[in-house]
């Protein structure tokens, strides 16, 4: 006995499918993170870490930043889901524009760093400052997988690939957009709070 699926379950099925690679990336990318956090707990007990460093002013308006994201993204999904592509667009390019400023802000906050003297390597480096770029860095690496991605979003959002009954890509796009957000407050709040 043959089974034939609609094209409506074929849709369904492929979506549950991408969401749930989507969902695995993002668990072992946390559990990455939380290694690294927790290495970063472990160090503070070295005689060489810096007690009195303060993160960069550049780090709080770069939370802003992708806070800011993380709700244009949404509100783009949500405005294709209702056919508003010219709302889509525009909510599509200001997310653009957000993360763009979200990693130049990260490298404003690194140049503060050096600036108040203390450096990510060499001998004139601490363990401290290390750790806060290793850690800055790999979500940088994370936001590139989102930045190309958003791009491609956008290339096939003006080939007007996604209506309210195909939103598959945005759908991604913005869950993993909201993942690199939560995942950058989660290390912001640390960083700030273990000093």
Known sequence: MEMTMTTEEHKSRTARSYKLILLFAMV??????AGLTSAYVVSQSRADWAKNFQLP???YFSTIAIL??????????KAIQKDRHSA????????????????????????????EGYFFTGS??????????????VHLIHLAG??????I????????????????????????WHFLDFLWVYLFLFLYFFK
Do not use: D, P
């Open 28 to 33: 072992s990318m946390t559990m990455m993170f």
């Open 57 to 59: 002013s550049a780090f």
């Open 68 to 77: 800011g994201c993380s709700v244009a993204f949404h509100l783009a999904k």
């Open 88 to 115: 889509t667009t525009s909510l599509l390019l200001t997310t653009l524009a957000l993360g763009i400023s979200f990693v130049v802000l990260q490298f404003v906050g690194f140049g503060q760093i050096v600036a």
């Open 124 to 137: 004139a480096s601490s363990i401290t400052t290390t750790f806060l770029y290793v850690v800055v860095v």
């Open 146 to 151: 989102g930045m190309i991605s958003l791009l």
């Open 153 to 176: 979003i956008i290339y096939n959002h003006f080939k007007q690939k996604y209506n309210s009954t195909q939103t598959l890509g945005i759908e991604l796009g913005a869950m993993y």
